[in-house]
């Protein structure tokens, strides 16, 4: 990319008389925030340096009357401006190589990652090894890895005119390896930054993407009351995660672990390139409590519980192939895991009825503010209407020179077979 254009401005104009010139009604400016690329960082898959994009952020609007002058300096009448702020940082040394920088500091914020134990980094020049920037434990780990350097995440937006809400967030994980003792696997944030350079936690997101979630958000306006004092009143919403737990099959990762999952893919498709192949498929359950906070005076000073809420998806039953028996049958063996035991690869195909309405939800339960009375639930049923036969959206099946594969395009190893569908609702 050799450049990028921004919007600079929104122009409202009227024509009352639908015949003369068209005339300034109001106007939006919008202001940026720009950084430069990051160079000089090591790609682990082949040993080459890289560089990395930086960001480009909405950081303000400024609304204007109809005496906006349009130039540089944004002068005319105007409202206060709707600020905008971000979080996320990338780390401030960008390689970690051993000898040399090795032990690093990960200093990097809200950044996602991902490691991949089959594959071993290139030995450089020397010989230098690339380490995993946020894994010290036991030595240099020279495992293929990947982060991103430049995410940034909405933390404030403020219209100067005493309303503001603020974001939080923290980075979740999978728990591949299993957690510490006396947590939830299901728990996406059971490995915590404090705990990622041990074990288990810091091979949460073998071949998985970690993901940043939003925990919380608040609202605060500023209320007055007749002859008294001014009201900050935060309405705070709080999300707690949590994971499916996969079928017992699903053991294509180590003996024991890989229990919970928030994605889905085709557990053949195991080259080093395949943490862009998987799609994401949310959360089993997403937890809500919203409570008010009064400050300078009110009647909740300390944190009133308003509601609790439980929002019920359906997700995914984990990684697989369409059909057991064309794998297995074609290769004599199946599928591997990372411990090179073969096992009969599981059954996923997209179409499963725990596959292709991922996202749906299917239960919504209310609590009063005790958390424990239920005041209402709601249940969402789906049926699954596949296309009829002869529609021209299902494509033909086709098969492999062996006779045995079932695919769209011939040659794609037992590729899951997408067929439109649509989902219809019972409430």
Not at 99 to 119: H, K, M, W
Not at 366 to 372: H, L, Q, R
Request: glycine content about 10%; overall charge negative; some cysteine.
């Amino acid at each position: 990319m050799t450049g990028i254009s921004v919007l600079n401005d929104i122009q409202v104009q009227v024509n009352p008389s639908g015949t003369g010139s068209w005339n300034l009604l109001r106007a939006y400016a919008l202001s940026y925030e720009q950084t430069a690329e990051t160079t000089g960082l090591y790609d682990s898959i082949s040993g080459q340096q890289e560089n990395i994009a930086g960001y480009l952020d909405l950081t303000r609007i400024q609304e204007f009357g109809d005496d906006w002058t349009g130039n540089t300096t944004d002068t005319g009448t105007s409202w206060p401006a709707m600020q905008f702020s971000y979080s996320g940082s990338g780390r401030s040394t960008v390689n970690c190589l051993k000898p040399g920088a090795f032990p690093c500091t990960d200093n990097s914020s809200l950044q996602e990652r991902y490691i991949d134990p089959v594959y071993i980094s290139p030995a450089l020049s020397g010989p230098t090894y690339i380490c995993i920037a946020w894994v010290n434990y036991n030595g240099c780990y020279r495992y293929a890895a990947s982060e991103t350097f430049s995410q940034r995440y909405l933390s404030e937006v403020d219209n100067g005119l005493g309303w503001q809400e603020t974001f939080s967030w923290q980075e979740g994980h999978m728990n591949v390896a299993g957690v510490p003792s006396g947590q939830s696997v299901t728990n996406p944030f059971a490995c915590t930054t404090s705990n990622l350079n041990g074990f288990p936690c810091w091979e949460a997101d073998e071949q998985h993407w970690s993901r940043i979630l939003l925990v919380s958000d608040d609202t605060k306006t500023q209320r007055t009351t007749s002859g008294g004092p001014t009201i900050t009143v935060d309405d705070h919403n709080a999300y707690t995660y949590t994971m499916a737990a996969v079928q017992s099959q699903n053991a294509w990762c180590v003996s024991g672990a890989c229990t919970a999952v928030w994605d889905w893919g085709n557990v053949n498709d195991g080259d080093y390139l395949d943490y862009y192949n998987s799609q994401f498929r949310g959360f089993s359950q997403v937890h809500v409590v919203e409570q008010e906070i009064d400050t300078g005076g009110g009647s909740c000073t300390g944190a009133c519980t308003i509601s609790v809420e439980d929002h019920y998806f359906i997700t995914t039953q984990g990684w697989g192939v369409w059909n057991q028996s064309e794998v297995t049958n074609t290769s004599g063996v199946g599928c591997w895991n990372l411990e090179g035991s073969s096992y009969l690869c599981p059954s996923s195909p997209s179409w499963a009825s725990t596959n292709m309405p991922s996202g749906d939800e299917t239960q919504v339960d209310e609590w009063a503010a005790n958390g424990t009375t239920l005041l209402k639930r709601t249940l969402n049923t789906y049926t699954l209407d596949c296309a009829p036969a002869g529609d021209p959206s299902t494509p033909v099946p086709s098969w492999d020179s062996d006779g045995k594969w079932w695919t769209i395009n011939p040659g794609v190893n037992n590729t899951h077979l997408l067929v439109r569908s649509w989902i219809r609702t019972t409430r």
